[in-house]
T-cell receptor, first 115, second 114 residues
Framework: GDSVTQMEGPVTLSEEAFLTINCTYT??????LFWYVQYPGEGLQLLLK?????DKGSNKGFEATYRKETTSFHLEKGSVQVSDSAVYFC??????????????FGGGTRVLVKP | NAGVTQTPKFQVLKTGQSMTLQCAQD?????MSWYRQDPGMGLRLIHY???????DQGEVPNGYNVSRSTTEDFPLRLLSAAPSQTSVYFC?????????????FGQGTRLTVV
């Protein structure tokens, strides 16, 4: 079945540091790939997505590129802020209508940015 | 701008009790899902629905029931609560669109079974 593996946290950084969170996946066919973010006490919200190979998703200074050859979708940000402290989830979904856009998630990576 | 609304936000149950977690969305989304979030395990799919009257099991369905009589509502029923069901539960909804569309999540229900 489908699976997503992402690096375990917590990741602790200083403000303005470079952030990278690794994500690799196993899936049949050509999945869509997502990064969701969960701020403390809240639900998940979409950070960025990519739907085909070599697509780059970007939002709020974060970027991730869909690499089919390495089955990866690593998240990067060049200069983090305290407000980026959150839990980040890599996820995929298949394109089959009967699958109902159900998401397969990685285990989540907690990021803490210190001033 | 309600989006996905879950109630209650917090609940404590005794082992063996039953309860229903409510989920409602006002975006006319076809697809709705229930996930549970446990430390270090990400979110795991419990049940999902691709439209009113159509539901299916996810990865961890045992001990839970769902039904979908309207597009807006997708309640999750715990039949006989067990301590292993202590978790945070999230409801999500999305348009169809072949796997390209964003899922919108509720704020979660934190359930403790004692």
């Amino acid at each position: 079945g489908d699976s997503v593996t992402q690096m375990e946290g917590p990741v602790t950084l200083s403000e303005e540091a470079f952030l990278t969170i690794n994500c690799t996946y196993t899936a049949t066919g050509y999945p869509s790939l997502f990064w969701y973010v969960q701020y403390p006490g809240e639900g998940l919200q979409l950070l960025l997505k990519a739907t085909k190979a070599d697509d780059k998703g970007s939002n709020k200074g974060f970027e991730a590129t869909y690499r089919k050859e390495t089955t990866s979708f690593h998240l990067e940000k060049g200069s983090v802020q305290v407000s980026d402290s959150a839990v980040y989830f890599c996820a995929l979904t298949t394109r089959r209508k009967a699958a109902g856009n159900k998401l397969t998630f990685g285990g989540g990576t907690r990021v803490l940015v210190k001033p | 701008n309600a989006g996905v609304t879950q109630t209650p936000k917090f609940q404590v149950l005794k082992t063996g009790q039953s309860m229903t977690l409510q989920c409602a969305q006002d975006m006319n989304h076809e697809y709705m899902s229930w996930y549970r979030q446990d430390p270090g395990m990400g979110l795991r799919l419990i049940h999902y629905s691709v439209g009113a009257g159509i539901t299916d099991q996810g990865e961890v369905p045992n001990g839970y029931n769902v039904s979908r009589s309207t597009t807006e509502d997708f309640p999750l029923r715990l039949l006989s609560a067990a301590p292993s069901q202590t978790s945070v539960y999230f409801c999500a909804s999305s348009y169809s669109g072949g796997g390209n569309t964003e899922a919108f999540f509720g704020q979660g229900t934190r359930l403790t079974v004692v």
